[in-house]
C-alpha cells in the first residue's frame, strides 16, 4: 500500500514539474512564426510571430506536431495568408453614451477595426477598410531628463521588432528586428598539431588536411611526418620480402621465379637498411653536427 502511496505522489510531482516549465519562446524572424510547447508539453502551439500585416501563424502547423523536441525546434516558419475580409460594420451604439462601435470584424492579423474614434456624423459605414494597428515605426527625440539621450518616443513597431534611434530628431524611424541575425559558419583552415614527444616547446600550428593537422614549422613538420614516413616504409620492405618468399615457395623448382624472389627480398632488405641508416645519418649529421631541427 505504502509504495502504490508514493507512486502516485511521483506521478503527481512528475506532471506538476511538467506543468510549470515555460516554453522555449526565442524571437521569430520578419516574416515567420515559431511553434513551442504549451501546458507542460502537453500541446505545441504558436509561441511567437512576427507576421507581417495581411498574414498569420499556421496554427495547424504546430498543432500536428506531437513531438515534444520536434515542437520545440520549430522556428522561422514562413506565416501565411490572412483570408479574413479585412473589414468590419460601423454602426452607432445607443446604449448610455452615443458612440461609433464595430461589428462583424473581420480584421486580418495587424489591423485594428476602424470604427473606435470615428465622429457620430461620420460612423454609419458597411464593409469599412479595417486600419494597420501597427505602423512598425518609432519617432526619435532628446530626453533632455536623461543625460540628452536619443531614444525612441511614439513607437508602433510590430511583434518581433525593436523601436532603436540612432540619430535626433527624427519621425517615421522604421523599427529593426529583434530576431537574432543567421550565423554563417567560414572556414578556418588553421588547426593545432600534437604535440610531439621529446620536443616539448615546439610550435604546433598547422593546417587541416586529409591527412589530420599537419604542422607548418618546418622543424615540427619533419619529426611529424619522419615517423610516419618510417614506418609506411618499413611496412611495405615487409611485405615485399614477405611476397618475394612466397614467390621462392611457389616456384616449383622454377630457376627464373627463385631468382625473382631472391632479388625481391634482397631488395626488400636493402631499402629497409636505407630507412634505417638514413635516420641514423639524419639525426647525426642535422640535428648533431648541423643543428638543423633544433631550436
Known amino acids: 500500500m505504502k509504495s502504490f502511496f508514493y ?5 503527481f510531482l512528475s506532471v506538476f514539474a511538467l506543468a510549470s516549465k515555460t516554453p522555449k519562446a526565442y524571437a521569430a524572424a520578419p516574416g515567420t512564426f515559431n511553434c513551442g ?3 507542460g508539453y502537453l500541446t505545441c502551439g504558436v509561441v511567437n ?10 496554427e495547424a502547423y504546430c498543432n500536428n506536431i506531437s513531438n515534444a523536441s520536434e515542437c520545440d525546434i520549430a522556428q522561422n516558419i514562413p506565416c501565411i495568408p490572412d483570408t479574413g475580409s479585412n473589414t468590419a460594420d460601423c454602426f452607432l451604439s445607443t446604449g448610455g453614451t452615443v458612440s461609433c462601435q464595430a461589428k462583424n470584424v473581420a480584421c486580418q492579423q495587424g489591423y485594428k477595426e476602424p470604427c473606435s474614434g470615428r465622429s457620430t456624423s461620420n460612423c454609419t459605414q458597411t464593409n469599412a477598410p479595417c486600419e494597420l494597428s501597427q505602423s512598425n515605426t518609432t519617432d526619435c527625440a532628446y ?3 536623461g543625460n ?9 513597431c510590430r511583434p518581433g521588432y525593436n523601436a532603436v534611434c540612432t540619430s535626433c530628431p527624427a519621425k517615421g524611424i522604421s523599427c529593426v528586428s529583434n530576431a537574432p541575425a543567421p550565423t554563417i559558419s567560414v572556414y578556418d583552415p588553421t588547426c593545432v598539431a600534437a604535440e610531439i614527444p621529446g620536443y616539448p616547446g615546439r610550435d604546433r600550428t598547422g593546417i587541416k588536411t586529409g591527412l589530420g593537422c599537419l604542422p607548418t614549422d618546418p622543424q615540427t613538420f619533419v619529426n611529424t611526418v619522419l615517423p610516419w614516413a618510417v614506418g609506411i616504409g618499413s611496412g611495405i620492405a615487409f611485405f615485399l620480402g614477405l611476397y618475394g618468399a612466397l614467390m621462392i615457395v611457389i616456384s616449383a623448382g622454377d630457376p627464373e621465379k627463385m631468382q625473382a624472389g631472391r632479388e625481391l627480398i634482397t631488395s626488400a632488405v636493402v631499402g629497409l637498411l636505407l630507412i634505417i641508416f638514413a635516420v641514423f645519418l639524419l639525426d647525426l649529421i642535422g ?7 633544433t631550436y
Open 143 to 145: 530626453n533632455i531628463i
Open 148 to 156: 540628452n539621450t536619443c531614444e525612441p518616443v511614439n513607437s508602433n
Open 7 to 11: 507512486t502516485l505522489i511521483l506521478i
Open 37 to 39: 510547447t504549451l501546458g
Open 49 to 58: 510571430h512576427a507576421c507581417s500585416p495581411g498574414t498569420k501563424p499556421d
Open 287 to 293: 640535428v648533431n653536427i648541423l643543428k638543423l631541427f
